[in-house]
């Protein structure tokens, strides 16, 4: 913006008022401060203390894009921390002011930064001045500064009223004249004005200044007890009355059309009128709104007053009728008025003469023709004329008058073309019916009013406009397509206003088969209008809107991201729209938790729509930076967490929350609730590397380890959302190992191991727990088997004949893991009670075992049993080669004659020790008695496997056999 009123003097106008007028400081400091507001309001911005909120320079950045419609660019700091950057900010403003031809005098961006009220103010001034008031003034070539131009343009408001403003202080004081300023520009808003009493200058001053913001849309920038102050300052004056030099009416107000009046009939014509004869007259105020006419006749000079009569009481409200009656000869004055403004051509001047030759004329004899009065081939703004020939119709001159379509006089040209000729041409602004009214000596032609009806001669609704919706932007150079192939023949006419009002340079072509193009090159934010005439008929549903935005705007830049925890390992996609966003470069940028930069892909589904994947392989924080023209979009941040949450997840079931064991052969049945670990559907399967493929993946997997270190089969089963149920059997008693995770990582206390007991393959056999085979004295035994049950504790409680009181104390060996031999003593006689847990479970079921100890000599076995007899003789042992557990066993020891020495160390009066040693190294009950030189050992045997016989005489053994070839004890 280059503003070339008088610059020099304007400055030093400014610099007089800064260092002078430093009583006015508190005033001008509250006008600009509203000034600025009523423009930051469009920001949603509000400035409280200029001296403050404008030391980081964003206010003014924001003030400076809304005046001048332009962007400042991206070159400052949004966000401004430090001193270094909220002055950078404020060089921004004064070099963009630089470059928009607004000069900058004694006055320093440190100044604003710092404060200084005084300059501050001469820079909000400098602002006003370029933007509100010189705008106004650009095409007043009149001489003067801008003060007195300004003044100038506020007079032309004011002349209806025919009053005139000296100067920007005192003549505002008492609100009369603002007032009548605003009823000129809205008359009929303040009827009253002239009567306003000049005492009540506040209440003068605000019921103007409320009005003019209602109805104007004037702000009041200034307080009412500013203006009405005798130290009124004339900046903020100047500032205030300069928004009424391009203000509008709104719609709806309380106004009249005084211009809108017309006053018709010889009354006012004077064409015809006799002394003495009435002169009769209509005002049509029809269109004029809400208000009164007043009709007054002043006569010659030195006559009595006239005397009208008019009233409104036709069929037509706001038509009045009337009449005077003129006495004497000479000129009168018709003085219409309504609301107190004259209606156009007011006063009337009439001149009545007595009788004579003058008014002898003849309307009939006047010839008019031309298409001024038929409308053939005209258009709107051509040329429309006719000739009126009127030299044989009387002494007496033509009048015209031209009403368009609107009831508004037209502006038409008159050309004397000899005498008693004339030349008359009209241009009709716009298409519809026009009256020509054509009176002579006072009275109309024949056929006057003429009805000219200016019609198009093409159908502009045909003409079609094709990418005016497109989004512009500037720095483009959008082409616009206009079809009017079917609308007849006509020629294209358009026009281009941007935002701030200036007329905008386009180039229109055409290929002279009815296409046009229409190519513009906007330098303006916001919205532009183009309206479109085709054979003098606006195009229809214009003037139409182009909206143009800055060259880029990443604020339009919208980022879709669902949801900000993602899951580990899972591709996560957010999409980007910048469609209305303009042109820019968009940059996308994923940082993991230590700042590195993680891989994207990019996918373009259109132009600006883009979708965006990546896959986090860590778990923790993600920032996603976009960025877009090299400005900050966004900065989000996703937390990546694993698919499953182990922590949540619970398993329960047999085995797992319970030192309960599992049993072999019983199926073994689990639940695993994972409805609180994840969102959505969850994969859980048996870990068995021969059925995964490469591409497989499970959220969770299961893995049963048995005690030969093999894995389990599972049964995997979805019983609701995210519970499933997993069931196997053991096969094998033993440890099992439970294990469940996820991505290698185990599930919270996994490994869980299990138990699993095969109690159905326990043995449990021997004459410890029989019925019969125990003899009171011996003690006796029997043997669990658990070597295939698992490893468990055994035990046993034994409960004796009686009253229980007597209870034998067990001796538990183990010779080989899991085969137990129990071993205890039987020292009465008659039933006891066995009982033998291994583990928690009961070997007897609940019942316990009841072996019977019987009280007979060795020598007295029962019949049932076999006696197998044993003979050692001369160092040899003779003997069946086996005998059953079932048997008793005589083992027959006797010298041979050669030993006879042996004999008698080892006779009857020192008895050898014989020993049975059975197969675990374990001694056979046995019982020796002596015949001559025979010993008897009577042994009974409980275990089977091979035995031997050890005879003990003196200090050194004699074995005489081994019973593992020839003594096998067999069950």
């Not at 980081?56 to 070159?75: M, P």
């Not at 002169?279 to 009595?304: H, L, N, R, W, Y």
């Not at 669990?784 to 060996?813: C, M």
Request: aromatic content about 8%; proline content about 7%; hydrophobic content about 35%.
């Amino acid at each position: 913006m280059t503003t070339q009123v008088n610059e020099d003097e304007r400055q030093c106008y400014l610099d007089d008022v800064i260092s002078e007028n430093v009583g006015w400081i508190r005033i001008q400091e509250k006008t600009f401060k509203r000034w600025m507001n009523e423009h930051l309001k469009h920001r949603k911005l509000e400035v409280e203390d200029i001296t403050e909120d404008l030391n980081d320079g964003l206010a003014l950045i924001n003030l400076l894009e809304v005046l001048s419609h332009k962007s400042i660019g991206r070159n400052y700091t949004k966000k401004p921390r430090i001193n270094a950057q909220k002055m950078e900010n404020i060089v921004a403003t004064f070099n963009f002011m630089k470059g928009e031809g607004i000069k900058i005098v004694n006055i320093d961006s440190t100044d604003i930064m710092q404060g200084n009220m005084k300059l501050t103010l001469g820079l909000i001034w400098t602002l006003i001045f370029n933007y509100q008031i010189a705008a106004n003034l650009k095409d007043d070539n009149s001489g003067g500064g801008p003060k007195k131009k300004l003044l100038n343009k506020i007079n032309q408001k004011l002349q209806p009223s025919g009053r005139k403003a000296k100067n920007f202080t005192g003549d505002w004081n008492d609100g009369t004249l603002l007032a009548c300023l605003v009823n000129c520009i809205a008359p009929g808003l303040i009827p009253n004005y002239t009567i306003l009493n000049p005492d009540d200058k506040v209440e003068n001053v605000k019921m103007a200044m409320d009005l003019a913001e209602t109805w104007l849309g004037v702000p009041k920038l200034l307080a009412p007890e500013d203006m009405a102050s005798t130290s009124a300052d004339d900046l903020s004056n100047m500032t205030y009355l300069s928004g009424f030099l391009d203000c509008k009416v709104k719609e709806g107000a309380p106004v009249v059309y005084p211009n809108r009046c017309i006053a018709r009939g010889p009354g006012v014509s004077g064409v015809g009128l006799l002394p003495g004869k009435p002169a009769t007259f209509e005002i049509d105020a029809s269109k004029c709104g809400a208000g009164d006419v007043v009709v007054t006749v002043d006569g010659p000079e030195g006559s009595d007053p006239v005397k009208v009569e008019y009233s409104a009481g036709g069929d037509t409200p706001g038509v009045y009728t009337g009449s005077y009656h003129p006495k004497d000869e000479g000129e009168y004055t018709v003085n219409v008025t309504f609301c107190g403004v004259d209606v156009p051509k007011a006063p009337f001047k009439v001149k009545i003469y007595n009788d004579g030759p003058r008014n002898k004329v003849d309307p009939k004899k006047v010839k008019v023709e031309g298409p001024g009065l038929t409308g053939d081939m005209i258009l709107p703004d051509e040329n429309a004329w006719f000739k009126i020939n009127y030299l044989e119709a009387g002494p007496a001159e033509p009048k015209v008058e031209i009403v368009g379509p609107d009831s508004q006089p037209i502006a038409f040209n008159v050309e004397q073309d000899g005498k008693g000729e004339q030349y008359v041409s009209y241009k009709p602004p716009k298409f519809g019916m026009y009256n020509v009214a054509v009176n002579f000596g006072g009275m109309p032609l024949p056929n006057s009013p003429y009805k000219v009806k200016i019609s198009p001669k093409v159908d502009a609704s045909k003409v079609k406009v094709a990418g005016l919706a497109q989004i512009v932007r500037i720095g483009d150079s959008p082409v616009f397509n206009i079809d009017t192939t079917t609308a007849g023949e006509g020629k294209m006419e358009a026009q281009v206003v941007s935002p701030s009002g200036k007329l905008l340079d386009f180039v229109l072509d055409d290929d002279d088969a009815g296409h046009h193009t229409l190519k513009i090159n906007p330098s303006e934010m916001g919205t532009h209008t183009i309206s479109l005439v085709y054979g003098k008929v606006p195009v229809p549903h214009g003037p139409f809107s182009v909206k143009v935005r800055p060259e880029s705007e990443p604020d339009k830049v919208k980022v879709q991201i669902e949801n900000s925890v993602i899951r580990l390992g899972e591709p996560t996609k957010f999409k980007i729209d910048s469609t209305e966003a303009g042109n820019g470069d968009l940059v996308v940028r994923i940082l993991d938790s230590l700042g590195n930069e993680v891989e994207v892909d990019h996918d373009q589904n259109g132009y600006g729509l883009d979708t965006f994947t990546f896959t986090p392989k860590k778990e923790g924080d993600y920032v996603v930076d976009v960025t877009f023209a090299g400005e900050p979009v966004t900065e989000a941040r996703l937390a990546a967490e694993p698919r499953l949450k182990l922590d949540k997840l619970n398993i329960f079931g047999d085995g797992l929350n319970s030192n309960k064991p599992l049993k072999v052969g019983e199926e073994c049945k689990m639940t695993i609730d994972a409805s609180r670990a994840m969102t959505g559907d969850i994969v859980i399967r048996e870990k068995d590397p021969n059925k995964m493929g490469a591409e497989d993946h499970a959220d969770l997997e299961l893995l049963v380890v048995g005690p030969d270190g093999r894995p389990v089969t599972l049964e995997i089963e979805e019983s609701e959302p995210g519970v499933f149920k997993v069931a196997f059997t053991p096969d094998k008693a033993g440890n099992y190992l439970f294990v469940a995770e996820s991505e290698g990582v185990a599930a919270p206390k996994c490994p869980i191991p299990l138990k699993a007991r095969g109690l159905k393959s326990v043995k449990v056999y021997g004459p410890g727990i029989e019925p019969s085979g125990n003899l009171c004295g011996f003690d006796t035994h029997f043997v669990v088997d658990a070597r295939e049950a698992g490893e468990e504790q055994l035990f046993v409680d034994i409960v004796g004949p009686g009253t229980g009181e007597f209870k034998p104390v067990p001796t538990i060996t183990e010779p080989k893991k899991g085969l137990f031999n129990i071993k205890y003593d039987v020292s009465l006689h008659n039933n006891y009670d066995v009982n033998v847990k291994y583990g928690e479970d009961s070997l007897n079921q609940g019942k316990p075992y009841k072996p019977k100890v019987h009280t007979h000599s060795v020598g007295a076995f029962p019949s049932t049993r076999r006696r197998v007899e044993i003979q050692i003789t001369h160092l040899s042992l003779e003997a069946p080669s086996s005998c059953s557990v079932d048997d008793y066993i005589d083992i027959r020891l006797k010298y041979a004659q050669r030993f006879k020495s042996t004999a008698k160390v080892c006779g009857p009066a020192q008895p050898p020790t014989v020993k049975v040693i059975g197969p675990a190294r374990k001694l056979v009950d046995t019982k020796t008695s002596v015949k001559d030189s025979t010993y008897k050992i009577r042994a009974s045997p409980v275990e089977v496997g091979a035995h031997k016989v050890v005879v003990r005489c003196s200090d050194s053994d004699l074995v005489y056999g081994s019973f593992s070839n020839m003594f096998e004890i067999t069950k």
